[in-house]
C-alpha cells in the first residue's frame, strides 16, 4: 500500500522562502505523477501543478505559473513544492497526491498526503 | 478552462436518508471525474473515479453516474461518517478543475 507523508507545518513572513516535502512509500514511486493541491483557510481545492519523479517533468496550474516551483528527488523517493518568495495570500494547506495510473498526466488523485499547512504572516 | 459547479452547496438530511450530488462541467469531460469526501482537519479521500468505479474500499452504498457534462454522486443511506464535504474532479483537460464542493450536513 503506498502512503505519501509531508513534512511538518511552517510559518513564514512574507518575502522568505520555504520548501515543503512529500515522500512516498513502497515501489514504483518514479512511475506515478505526483500532484499538489492548495486548500486555503475555509475555502475549496486549487490545482498547484503536477510532477513526474522520474523526470521532473513538470505542468502548472495557471495561478501558479511562476509562482512555485516543483522538483523531486527519486533517489529519496520525494517530491518538493518551492517558493522563492512568499506573500500572505500562500497561506494554506498544500496536499500531494497521487496519480490513480501509472505514467498518466491526467487522472485522479490517490492516495493523498496528510497536507502541509503554511502560515505566512508578518 | 474547464468550469465545474456542484448543487446544491449545502444538503441537510437526516441519517437513513438517500443524498443526491450534482456535478457540471461547461464542456465535455467524458467519463474523466472523480468524487472525493473531505472530512474537518482532514485529507480529501477518493470516493469515486471514471464517474462510477468506487474506489478500494469504499462502501457500496456510495454511487457514481453521468458522463459528459452532468453527473451525480448517490449516497444510498447516509451514514453518521458520511457527513463531509464532498467535491467533484475533472481529469479530462489540463487543467485539471475541482468543483466548489457541496457540504453535506445533518438534518
Redesign the interface.
Known amino acids: 500500500e503506498v502512503h505519501l507523508v509531508q513534512s511538518g507545518a511552517e510559518v513564514k513572513k512574507p518575502g522568505e522562502s520555504l520548501k515543503i516535502s512529500c515522500t512516498g512509500s513502497g515501489d514504483s514511486f518514479t512511475k506515478y505523477w505526483i500532484?499538489w493541491?492548495r486548500q486555503m483557510p475555509g475555502k475549496?481545492?486549487?490545482?498547484v501543478g503536477i510532477i513526474n519523479p522520474g523526470d521532473s517533468d513538470t505542468?502548472h496550474?495557471?495561478s501558479f505559473q511562476g509562482r512555485v516551483t516543483m522538483s523531486a528527488d527519486k533517489s529519496i523517493s520525494t517530491v518538493y513544492l518551492q517558493w522563492s518568495s512568499l506573500k500572505a495570500s500562500d497561506t494554506g494547506m498544500y496536499?500531494c497526491?497521487r496519480h490513480?495510473i501509472a505514467t498518466d498526466?491526467?487522472?485522479?488523485?490517490?492516495?493523498?498526503?496528510?497536507?502541509t499547512l503554511v502560515t505566512v504572516s508578518s | 478552462e474547464i468550469v465545474m459547479t456542484q448543487s446544491p452547496a449545502t444538503l441537510s438530511v437526516s441519517p437513513g436518508e438517500r443524498a443526491t450530488l450534482s456535478c457540471r462541467a461547461s464542456q465535455s469531460v467524458r467519463s474523466n471525474l472523480a468524487w472525493y469526501q473531505q472530512k474537518p482537519g482532514q485529507a480529501p479521500r477518493l470516493l469515486i473515479y471514471g464517474a462510477s468505479t468506487r474506489a478500494t474500499g469504499i462502501p457500496a452504498r456510495f454511487s457514481g453516474s453521468g458522463s459528459e457534462t452532468e453527473f451525480t454522486l448517490t449516497i444510498s443511506s447516509l451514514q453518521s461518517e458520511d457527513f463531509a464535504v464532498y467535491y467533484c474532479h475533472q481529469y479530462n483537460n489540463w487543467p485539471p478543475v475541482f468543483g466548489p464542493g457541496t457540504k453535506v450536513d445533518i438534518k
Open positions: 500532484g493541491v475549496g481545492l486549487e490545482w505542468r496550474g495557471a496536499y497526491a490513480g498526466p491526467y487522472n485522479w488523485l490517490d492516495p493523498w498526503g496528510q497536507g
